[in-house]
Structure formats: C-alpha cells, structure tokens
C-alpha cells in the first residue's frame, strides 16, 4: 500500500440559510461538495501535486489531510493507519498528526506576530512533547533554522522582521520541527516572487531528499510543480478529473479541462 | 508606435521617517509610446505601484515626488495634477472593489464616471454605459446588478469598462489579473491587449508575473530597488536579457516543460535590500556574481538605452 491515501474523500459544506428562514420561506437545505469522492495515493519520499482553480477544493483537502476539518465521507491513510477512524485514542490521533504537518501559502497570516521565531519554531516541538529541556529544545530550534538557510540567531526576532521569503522559510523550519514524515504544502509560493520562490522549492525539494520527505503540494500553478511533482492530480469542482506524471499531462493532456488550464498558463516561453 | 505619450525623466520619490529619509524610487527615466502595453515587472517592494501612483498624482504623504518631471502628451503635469489626470488617464487595480462601490448598481457608477468626464445628455451616458459594458464582454441587460453577483473575473470587466468610460489615452493597471484564475487572467489580458489595439490606448502593466510580461507587453521596464534595472523590447530583454537581475528573473521562473523535472531552479542568493539600508553603487552588487569594484562604488546610469549595469560600459556598440 502507498505511504499516503485518500479513499473516496468527501466534503460537504452546509450552505443553508437558518432552519426558521427555510421553515417560513420552504425553501430546501442547500448543500455544496466541495470534495467530491476523491481518490490518489502518494508513494513515500515522493511529490503528489493537486493543481486546480480557486474554489476547486485544494485548501478543503490540505485541511482534512492535516486535521482541521473532518471528511463527510471517505478517508486518508498514512502508513496504513486510517486518520479519521474514530476509535482511534486522543494519544493515538496526537501521534499520527506529528507525522503530517503543513506550510500555508501566507507566510504573513500562519505566523503569530506577537512570538519570537524561536518559539514558534519550539511550538510544536512542546505541543508533542519531543524534547525535554529548554537547552535541548532551544539547540534543536538552532539546528532546525540552520537547516531552513537562516542564522541560529534569527530565533530571538520577530516575524515582521523578515522578508516574505524568509518568513516562508520560518513556516517550513516550524513544520519539520515534529520530524514529520508528510508535509502538506498549500501554495507555498503563491505570495513570493520569481526569484524567491526558486530558493524555497530548491529548499522544500533538498529537504525531501533529505529525509525521504512526502509532499501533498497545493497549487494553482502548473509551472511551480513542474521541477518536484511525480504525480499531478487536476482538480476540477471538487473532483479529480485527471492524474498525470508531469511529461504525461504536459505533452499529451487528456482532459479538455487540463487542456484549458494548460493553454491559459501564461508562458515566459516565446515560440 | 514611436511617439511618446508619457514621459518620465529622473523621478524620486522620497519618504521623510524617523529613521531619516528614505528613496522609494531613485531616479528613474522611462517613456510610454503611444498604444503599446509597456509592462513593469520586479520583486514586491521594487517601486513598481509607485511608479504608477507618480504619474496619476496619487503618492500618500508623507511620501512625495522629491525631483524629477512627468510629461503627457508634451505637457508637463507633475504640478498640475487636476487637470489631466483622472481625465486621461485611468487606474485598474488588483481589487476590483477599490474601484467599485458595492452598494452601487454597476450601471449608476458607469455612468456618472461618464457624465463627470463628457458634457453629454444622462440617456446618452446610458447609452456608452451599455456599449461600454458589451466591449469588456458583459451582457448589458446586467447594467441594474450589483457589483456582489459578478464573479471575481467579471467584476474586473466592470472595472475595466470603468476605466475606459472617461476614454482615457493611458491606462495604469496594477496587477489585474493577480488575483484571478488561469483562465480568466487569460481572458482580461486579451481584452486589454485587444484595446490597445482598437483604440490605440497606451498602458502601463505592472505585475510580478514573468509569464503575463512576455504574452502581453511590447517592452518591459525591470526594475529593482527602486531604481530601473533594465528596459526594452519584451521578446528581446526576455530572450537576452543584459541586466545580471533580469537573467536571474527569468531563469528562476519555472516553466511548464515536462523535461524540468528533479532539475534545481536557477535562484538568486540573499533578497532585495531594505530602503534603509541600500547598499552603494549599484544596488544589486551583493547579489550580483559579476561584480566588479566598481559596481561597490558608483551606480550605473541605463547605457546604450538598455540596462543600468557596468558591464555594458564600453559595449555600447555590441548592442
Ligand atoms: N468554511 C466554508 N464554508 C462554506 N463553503 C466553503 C468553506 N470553505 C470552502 N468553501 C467552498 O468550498 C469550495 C472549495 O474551496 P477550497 O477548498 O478553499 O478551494 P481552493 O483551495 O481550491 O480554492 C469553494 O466553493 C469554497 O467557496
Ligand atoms: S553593475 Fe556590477 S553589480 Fe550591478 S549588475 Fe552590473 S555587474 Fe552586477
Ligand atoms: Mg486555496
């Protein structure tokens, strides 16, 4: 079985208005499938890119993959344990979510303004227990930013002390920090700049090789996953509609939807 | 296409901090032709909004226009803001809700911005608002809606038919399409570039996006730190470009090539300065792999017309 997968996932939002209003008006409950019976599977240490629209339901599938929503239907499994399964024990469901954690696409909103680098870095590090001793955690912090391309010093400032870029690289120092083996990438790069955003996937990529890494990687761009993706699922109202390696979707696109997502990327390309 | 609509000649525009003064554009030069799409590409931060905000007068204190002149249409206007522009030139923004008064039916807005700019009748303002809708590709029927029950992609179209109601010579758009999807940016770039064509309006694109600069614009202006890096033909700057910042933009922007898979992205070490702490000389010498001991001392100015780097020096010819 695959290290990461997704049986039949589904998420409904319940967009009704107010009992009474639908009682008084006879107007039926509205309901939209934001993720509608989704399936893919991600081999371990590799790349699985989800490309689609605003609105195709990429942020709805990152969050359930690392437990901020829940699936109406369907399911995630990581190395065989099933996420969602609700016999799982809080100190079982704690154990599993260590292992997946996730960088946002704005590195300015993920951020907690009023915390040192350090300590949002040290976070999860407390929160799961991992290290004891604030001379150990503090020496872990210093490893972690050190591996992310910032100085151990950078611990003690701020975030709105560093660029975009570098605060992204805080975000990816915080979610390595619970030595996760998944990390759910959500437009990583979205609110960086061309020459930014290079260093961080040059960054998420060295570290995939690293340490075996496996990434979900959300994105609206098919050009930015073309350096990492093995795999790249297109997402379309909440379905996938197409699953490619990228050589296969880019030269022989069966889809009429990736065809169209594929022609309206605008290419630095002059042909 | 030669004639010069606007002309920019050593603008800065300054901010007066606590922490002294501060250049947000630093001497910078650049002409807009009639009815080409000049684009303005660079990192956020770059000055590339405050370069449009100069020319339409719309700088906010304490920032101002410290040195330098604006020229449209052979007419100097960077002391005379009311009366040319607003009138002549138009403003789309990234949000289409700056533009857009949500408690407004869309058609209200469209035609007081006609009646304010034409001595014309209210039915005939009725009658451009219509057509105007219908050229950006809205069905005029909808002149009654509110901006709310337009889709992200549409309600930019109304703010483009809004920009072009007064019509405006020069259009400044910052970043339309950069919150809009593949498809829809797509359809707006078009209907742009299809009205520069039609009506041989000029305008300035400013966007970060490298991919929209090589499918819409006829020359780009790069621009770092405030100041213009390098600036000519888009086919040419893109395919060659001369400026060390302009070769690092363009081969660290991922391409939709099945072969670049588990290839590493060109990047370019360390980022764009700080305004506070511009280094001297040229300003991306602590970024640049050609730096020579110049380059730490004196700025380069733009040579042979193209880029402001020292390696050009004495290449004038080879270009
Ligand atoms: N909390 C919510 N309540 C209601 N609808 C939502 C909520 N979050 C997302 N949606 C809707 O679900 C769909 C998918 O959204 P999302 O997963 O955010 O898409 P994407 O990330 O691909 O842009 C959209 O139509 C969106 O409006
Ligand atoms: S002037 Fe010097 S430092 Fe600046 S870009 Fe050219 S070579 Fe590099
Ligand atoms: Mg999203």
Redesign the interface.
Known sequence: MSFVVAKGLTRNYDLSEPLIVRALTMRPKRILTAVDNVNFSIEKGTTYALVG??GSGKSTIAKMAVGLLKPSAGTLIMDGKNLNDPALARNEQLALRRRIQMVFQSPYASLNPRWRVGDIIAEPIKAFGLIDGTKAQFMRVSELLEQVGLASSDANKYPHEF????RQRISIARALSSQPEVIVCDEPTSAL???????V??LL?ALQKEYALTYLFIT?????V????NKIGVLNKGKLVEEQS??GL??RPQQDYTK???????????G | MSENLLQIKNISVTFKTRHGVLKAIDDLSLNVKKGEILGLVG??GAGKSMTGAAVLGLIDPPGRLSSGQIWYKGQRIDQAPETIRGHEISMIFQDPLVSLNPLRRIGDQLVETILTHMPITKAEAVDRARKGLEEVGIDPERINAYPHTFS?GMRQRVVIALALAPEPALIIADEPTTAL???V??QI?DLLKQLCRERGTSIILVT?????????TDRVGVLYAGRLAEIGET?DV??NPKHPYTK???A???????S??????????G??PKLDAMPNGCAFHPRCEFALDKCRIDRPSIIADRAACWLLDGEETLL
């Open positions: 629209e605003s660029s975009g870029g570098q700049d061309v020459s930014v955003q290079a260093q996937l040059n990529k609206h761009d098919l050009a930015v073309s350096t990492m993706a990228p050589t880019f030269s169209m997502l594929l022609n309206s990327a605008p290419s630095i390309n002059f | 990192e956020s992200g999807d593949v498809s940016q797509a770039l970060h996006d490298m991919g929209v600069i090589a499918e819409t086919r893109l395919t690092g933009l363009v660290s922007t991922p391409r939709i090539d099945a670049s898979f588990d290839k590493t992205l060109y990047q370019i070490s980022s764009m």
